[in-house]
């Protein structure tokens, strides 16, 4: 069982940066890729980021490619979203997810969810 919770979010200016942190439980997080997702209202969940459990790999959605940088760092179970360049429509509920298979970018396929941070970009 992992748990996690998000922290980090808040309300920024456009073209200003933040970042995401999510701390999980357990021994084993190492063994998990983890990803970002999100959802603004009335929108379904959209895939940000995901890295490995080793954290040698990590992949992007095109609408953030080259402004937000997905890190972590298995000794503190913890993994980052550094977000700049930030717009109006990042604004949304970002939600970090573990699943053992790295590369997945549906959110069925992730097994453990945090419970969410309010980012809140002003035009």
């Known amino acids: 069982q992992v748990q996690l919770v998000e922290s980090g979010g808040g309300l920024v200016q456009a073209g200003g940066s933040l970042r995401l942190s999510c701390a999980a439980s357990g021994r084993t997080f190492s063994l998990y890729a983890m990803a970002w997702f999100r959802q603004a209202p009335g929108k379904a969940r959209e895939f940000v980021s995901a890295?490995?459990?080793?954290?040698?790999?990590?992949s992007y959605a095109d609408s953030v490619k080259g402004r937000f940088t997905i890190s972590r760092d298995n000794a503190k179970n913890t993994v980052y979203l550094q977000m700049n360049s930030l717009k109006p429509e990042d604004t949304a509920v970002y939600y970090c997810?573990?699943?053992?298979?790295?590369?997945?970018?549906?959110?069925?396929?992730?097994?453990?969810w945090g419970q969410g941070t309010q980012v809140t970009v002003s035009s």
């Open positions: 997810a573990g699943t053992r298979a790295y590369g997945l970018r549906s959110p069925g396929t992730y097994d453990y």
């Open positions: 890295i490995s459990g080793s954290g040698g790999s990590t």
